[in-house]
């Protein structure tokens, strides 16, 4: 533990001490913490931008507000910048990459012709750091969205573009799971939607069963890599219908076996995912979550400490669930310092692990099988004022990370001395 931090010791033993009256050893739920890694999504440090198409457009179905100085305009860059972020997070992570993180070289690949080639220098960077890597088909941001559909698309040659797009990502998460000895999650997310009232809403459902089906017929070791799938609600211009429903994509995952993506912002404004979790759960082995923040909309705010936030740690932490959901983060905002982006909100979504594992769960949970919900309602209650930033301050202490706020001043030293110079 470096010596400056020696002082964090006096506050973490009272602490451990008064978490220990409770049952909860802290000692071990600092191991635990150290044993859940968080999927880090690429697409935070240069606003989804990609590099298949410098200056291209988003749309079709994302938006990104803000134009804060200094993103990330080269691989070179969003590594290096991904790379300050690591250094200041307790805790071993993974980087997720879009299909548009491709680098070209020399030849320019369309998106049903990619292959491990396109992802070289990804690899070569996560080896060298000895981070695992996870991955996206990205059905966005590119010409054969046509009409905003792909998967689901009335003709069958853009479908079959599609399809095989999705088939080559699935060949490239093997390679990564392969390569950096990690099982790969790959994620499919399609905008595919109608902003009116459709008349029919069969016909893109069956052709999207059709296309995954063709997409996921090849069977890869499950060792390299895992696919999962993510509903929504709505989005941007799908304002009235989404193929890609939840109770579509959960009956999809349930009867084809693979992995189904709860993104916190895909739901009606107040419904959260933390429930969906445990029920899921019973019938899937394992889940991937996109934890993000949606205000008012699917608008992916930075994560920060909330009660929603706490209930899906909770569900995850509680229900002895943490090697059966793979926790990635899916927000980008471009109004703020990118890399605070990144740090604050994974940061966040460690304390919030924290804080579940810290809970006197024992005693919460004897109280609620003998029916004494009095009990169970104050200890939760005075449970929420415990000491655990200490044992936050510890942990990262502990990890050689900044511990406080003293990461921002690293950020604000990285933005004056690197960030800025990127105009
Ligand atoms: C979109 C989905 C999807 C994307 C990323 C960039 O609503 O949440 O996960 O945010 O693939
Ligand atoms: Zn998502």
């Not at 220990?20 to 739920?29: E, K, P």
């Not at 179905?61 to 307790?90: C, H, I, M, Q, W």
């Not at 919900?373 to 655990?388: F, H």
Request: glycine share 8%.
């Amino acid at each position: 533990m470096a010596k400056s931090t020696r002082k964090i010791e006096p506050a973490y033993t009272l602490a451990r001490e008064r978490y220990a009256a409770l049952g909860v050893d802290t000692d071990a739920a600092l191991r635990q913490l150290a044993r859940i890694p968080i999927s880090i999504h690429c697409w935070q440090g240069d606003d989804v931008g990609g590099f298949e198409n410098p200056g291209g457009t988003l749309g079709d179905g994302l938006a990104v507000t803000g134009n804060y100085p200094g993103k990330a305009r080269t691989p070179a860059e969003l590594r290096a910048d991904f790379e300050k972020v690591l250094s200041l997070l307790p805790g071993q992570h993974r980087f997720n990459l879009h299909a548009s993180y491709a680098e070209m070289g020399a030849k320019k690949v369309e998106r049903d012709a990619l292959s491990a080639d396109q992802f070289q220098n990804w690899i070569a960077w996560a080896k060298s750091l000895g981070i695992g890597l996870d991955f996206n088909q990205t059905y966005f941001a590119h010409p054969k969205v046509e009409r905003g559909w792909t998967l689901t698309h009335p003709d069958k040659a853009i479908r079959q573009f599609w399809i095989e797009h999705g088939i080559r990502c699935r060949e490239i998460g093997a390679a990564f799971g392969k390569a950096l000895d990690k099982t790969c999650l790959t994620n499919l997310w399609i905008p595919d939607g109608m902003k009116d009232t459709p008349v029919d809403r069969k016909g893109p459902r069956e052709r999207l069963v059709e296309s995954l089906d063709a997409i996921f017929k090849k069977r890869i070791d499950h060792k390299l890599n895992v696919d999962s799938v993510e509903p929504k609600l709505f989005g941007i211009g799908a304002e009235s219908y989404t193929p890609g429903s939840h109770e579509f994509y959960l009956g999809y995952a349930v009867s084809r076996g693979t992995l189904l993506t709860l993104d916190a912002g895909h739901y009606h404004p107040t419904e959260g995912i933390a429930d969906k979790v445990s029920s899921v759960l019973c019938f899937l082995p394992e889940i991937a979550l996109h934890v993000s923040r949606g205000v008012r909309w699917d608008s992916d705010h930075v994560v920060t400490l909330t009660d929603e936030l706490l209930a899906i740690a909770q569900e995850i932490v509680w229900g002895g669930f943490a090697d059966r959901v793979r926790i990635g983060l899916d927000y980008f905002d471009a109004s703020i310092n990118r890399v605070a982006a990144w740090t604050i909100g994974t940061r966040n979504m460690l304390k919030a692990l924290l804080l579940a594992l810290v809970a006197p769960i024992e005693k919460l949970k004897t109280a609620e099988l003998e029916g004494d919900y009095t009990t169970r309602l104050a200890l939760m209650e005075d449970a929420k004022l415990l000491p655990a930033g200490a044992v936050w301050d510890y942990y990262c202490a502990q990890q050689e990370v900044p511990v406080g706020d003293a990461w921002l001043a690293e950020v604000k030293r990285y933005e004056k001395t690197v960030l800025s110079a990127r105009q």
